[in-house]
């Protein structure tokens, strides 16, 4: 193996790594987020407009934190793509040929 190629190796394992662990960040914190709304709205004992108020705020969080997590790993990867040459080809396709009269 070439010392490009370990590079590469290397690159790759060092991206499933901080993917797993990512997802494993936004998953434990979406289960924190639910487990405290679900403690909250239990001690809540039916005081529905309140008990609104606490699982809008969860969702928000829940969603906020996946889709920000989303976005930023979809950025990351398009940009690693094109830092790496594989994004020529999409950016520049070639042109098609001219209609035949």
Not at 36 to 50: I, N
Request: aromatic share 4%; hydrophobic share 45%; proline share 5%.
């Amino acid at each position: 193996m070439g010392r490009d190629e370990t590079g590469a190796v290397r690159g790759t394992e060092l991206e499933k790594t901080r993917a797993r662990y990512g997802l494993l960040a936004v998953v434990t914190s979406n289960l924190a987020i639910t487990a405290v709304a679900a403690f909250g709205v239990w001690r809540l004992d039916g005081d529905k407009a309140v008990i609104v108020g606490v699982l809008t705020a969860a969702f928000t969080a829940v969603t906020g934190m996946t889709t920000a997590y989303l976005g930023i790993k979809a950025v990351s990867n398009t940009a690693r793509s094109i830092a790496l040459g594989d994004g020529t080809a999409r950016r520049h396709p070639e042109p098609a040929p001219p209609a035949q009269p």
